[in-house]
């Protein structure tokens, strides 16, 4: 890997965690339960870029499977939380 991508990989990875440090007083102390469910998207969507910088920087595929079970998982739970804030129970 050249000198320049590293450096970009590498300030990419610490402009994704400052990213996700900003999202995280809104994750807490969200003033509703729909500010909290946003955050929390907010929150696992830069864990996935984090995890295919890091797959570009380590070189391996491992990091892009785990990239996408997360956002399955990811999309899977905020569908499952927008049911529940909009109707109370998610099974019907």
């Given at each position: 890997m050249s000198t320049l991508l590293a450096?970009?990989?590498d300030l990419t990875l610490v402009l994704y965690a400052l990213a996700m440090l900003l999202a995280l007083p809104r994750l807490l102390?969200?003033?509703?339960?729909?500010?909290?469910?946003?955050?929390?998207d907010l929150v696992y969507v830069f864990g996935m870029f984090v995890l295919l910088v890091l797959a570009i920087r380590q070189d391996s595929d491992t990091y892009f499977e785990a990239a996408l079970l997360m956002v399955l998982f990811g999309f899977v739970g905020s569908v499952a939380l927008a049911k529940f804030l909009l109707r109370g129970e998610v099974i019907e």
């Open positions: 450096t970009a990989v102390l969200g003033p509703s339960a729909q500010d909290r469910a946003l955050a929390l």
